[in-house]
């Protein structure tokens, strides 16, 4: 069964424009829930624009699913995760000049940090996944790092104009996801997916869960989060 995990970073950042305590992204998660959500995703920043360290330490004591923390491999951010112990831990490269996450971790070009992270996580019983362009080479480098899963970045797929690019972009995702099967690793997906564009995805073979959150929040502001939620769950169901 496809889950979706839905990312509540920009209730946060809403939150964080006036350093203030409305929205709350914990009620956000509760409401997600409520929507069907599978995971909630929150992603703890070295810059902390968003989500905040009570958010996460709140959040693990209150989420009733799967609780997916992206993280960099950076030394304070993954002792954090070490001791809240998040259901799952996925590492994503981090830039503060950024916007948002843009491409996905470099396994291979940084692969003895990537492993020492892997396996201080792994040593504190937290499944680890592994946000990574839909590359062969990478791909191989996360297996040789025996993590649980790897997540897709479709974020050249999302943005690409629809017709031959986007099938193209495609293509590259469906091939990275019959490697990472034919590997033996759970294969996740997400960046830049919404209502329109998540179908094509979701119908990728033996794809376990797709994280979303922009589009999420977006419709949530018009429509309330439980709807929302409910709307992207009815989208990926194939």
Same mark, same amino acid.
């Given at each position: 069964m496809l889950e979706l995990g839905v990312n509540i970073d920009h209730v946060a950042t809403l939150r964080q424009a006036r350093r203030g305590h409305e929205p709350d992204p914990v009620w956000a998660a509760a409401l997600a829930e409520l929507g069907g959500a599978d995971c909630i995703t929150v992603h703890l920043r070295e810059d902390r624009r968003h989500i905040q360290d009570r958010d996460l330490e709140i959040l693990r004591r209150t989420v009733a699913v799967k609780l997916n923390m992206e993280l960099a491999c950076a030394r304070e951010i993954v002792d954090i995760a070490c001791r809240v112990k998040p259901d799952q831990a996925t590492l994503v490269p981090e830039r503060r000049e950024e916007i948002t996450t843009e491409g996905g971790l470099d396994v291979a070009g940084n692969y003895a940090t990537v492993a020492r992270v892997v396996d201080q996580l792994q040593t504190h019983d937290i499944e680890v996944s592994l946000f990574i362009d839909p590359d062969a080479h990478q791909i191989e480098a996360s297996h040789k790092l025996g993590v649980a899963a790897i997540e897709l970045h479709t974020g050249s797929y999302?943005? *690409?104009?629809?017709?031959?690019?986007?099938?193209? #972009? %495609?293509?590259k995702l469906t091939n990275a996801g019959k490697l990472c099967r034919r590997l033996g690793m759970k294969l996740h997906a997400g960046h830049g997916l919404n209502?329109?564009?998540?179908? *094509?995805?979701?119908?990728?073979?033996?794809?376990? #869960? %797709?994280?979303?959150?922009?589009?999420?929040?977006?419709?949530?502001?018009?429509?309330?989060?439980?709807?929302?939620v409910r709307e992207m769950k009815e989208a990926i169901r194939v």
């Open positions: 999302a943005h *690409a104009k629809c017709g031959p690019q986007r099938d193209e #972009e %495609l293509i209502y329109h564009n998540v179908q *094509a995805v979701a119908a990728i073979p033996d794809m376990r #869960e %797709l994280n979303i959150g922009h589009s999420i929040m977006s419709r949530a502001i018009m429509v309330g989060m439980e709807r929302a």
